[in-house]
Structure formats: C-alpha cells, structure tokens
Antibody
C-alpha cells in the first residue's frame, strides 16, 4: 500500500524558514518522480514543485522559484521541501504527491494527508 | 502558463443523475489532462489520467474524454459518495495548472 506521510509543518513568521519532509513507503520510491502541491484555506489546488527520479531535474512554480528547494533522498525514501523567505501567501496545506515513472510527473496518483504551514506575525 | 477553466463552478444534482463537468485549456494540451476528486478535509484522489484512462479502483461510472483544448468528466449515475469537488489538471508542461474546481452538491 502506498503511503506518504508529511511532517514539519508549523506556524512561522514572515521571512522565516521551514523544512517539510515526506516519508514514502509501499512503492519503489527511486523510480518515481515526486511533487508538492498546496492548497490555501478554502481555495483550489496549486502545484508547487516537482523532482525527477534521480533528483537531477527540478521544476518550480514561479511563485516559489528562488525561495523553495525540492530535494529527495532515495536511500531513505524521503522527499523534502526547504522553504525560505516565507510569505503570508504561502499559508496552505502542503501535499506530498507521487508522480509517474517518467522524468517529470504526468499525474499525481497518490497524495499524503497534507501538512499545514501557517505564515503569520 | 496554460490556463484551465472548468464549468460549471458548482452544480446541484440528485442520486442517479448523469453529471458532466467540462474543462477547457488555453492551448492545445493533447491528452495530458487529469481529473481529481476532493472531499472536505481529505486529500485529492486521482480519478482519470491522460484524459480517458481510469485510475485503478475508480468505479466505472466515472469516465473522461476529450483532447486538444476541450475535456469532459462524466459520472453516468451519481452516487451519494460522489458529492465532492472535482478538479482538472494539465500535465502537458510546467507550471502544472489546475482548474478552479467544480463543486457537486445534493439538489
């Protein structure tokens, strides 16, 4: 059974930093692209970042480029999102998602339960 | 960026109804189109990928169609478990973009 378990969410002040982690199990982690998708309170879904199977290629939404870094550790089956220079607009539920066995994800076929990041002074 | 526009934004329906949700892309995305279902307080669930392929375990009353810029998600006979919000998403290229969602509630 595929499981994605996010951690690291917190309340942080604007300009602060946070690191999210996602522990993956139930599938061969190293052979799938992975992504983060977020959802602001009461709003729709917004793609944040994706990473290829080896970690050699990363993709970012314009809204987080230069501030967020996606990474993975295939030896530990872990996906991470380092978030710097956080803004109020980054407040959201962040989902870890499993992609497809392709260089970039063509679908988000499994989702974690989400982890809340709140940015407020 | 590719804009995804869903219609309607919301609809009311009864159990047994046939429900159709449309999604329009701002440019040709071939069949790189996915559909998700989200219930309140839950993570989204993939229903249909590459426009018409049903994800494993998804009931056959769900179907997807379309290519290019116009796509449709159809629920052939709405069940009580289907009241939820539905999102389309293009995977043609980054930034991946979602439609604004269609909320299906009980009439």
């Amino acid at each position: 059974e595929v499981q994605l378990l996010e951690s690291g969410g917190d309340l942080v002040q604007p300009g602060g930093s946070l690191r999210l982690s996602c522990a993956a199990s139930g599938f061969r982690f190293s052979t799938y692209s992975m992504s983060w998708v977020r959802q602001a309170p009461g709003q729709g879904l917004e793609w944040v970042a994706s990473i290829s199977t080896t970690g050699g290629t990363t993709y970012y939404a314009d809204s987080v480029t230069g501030r967020f870094t996606i990474s993975r550790d295939n030896s530990k089956n872990t996906l991470s999102l380092q978030m710097n220079s956080l803004r109020d607009a980054d407040t959201a539920l962040y989902y870890c998602t499993k992609g497809s066995a392709t260089p970039r994800p063509l679908k988000f076929d499994y989702w974690g339960q989400g982890i809340l990041v709140s940015v407020s002074s | 960026d590719i804009q995804m526009t869903q219609s309607p934004s919301s609809l009311s329906a009864s159990v047994g109804d046939r429900v159709t949700i449309t999604c329009r892309a701002s440019q040709n995305i071939m069949t790189f189109l996915n559909w998700y279902q989200q219930k309140p307080g839950k993570a989204p669930k993939l229903l249909v990928y590459t426009a018409s392929s049903l994800q494993d375990g998804v009931p056959s009353r769900f179907s997807g169609s379309g290519s290019g810029t116009d796509f449709t998600l159809t629920i052939s006979s709405l069940q009580s478990d289907d009241f939820a919000t539905y999102y389309c998403q293009q995977s043609y290229g980054t930034p991946y973009t979602f439609g604004q969602g269609t909320k299906v509630d009980m009439k």
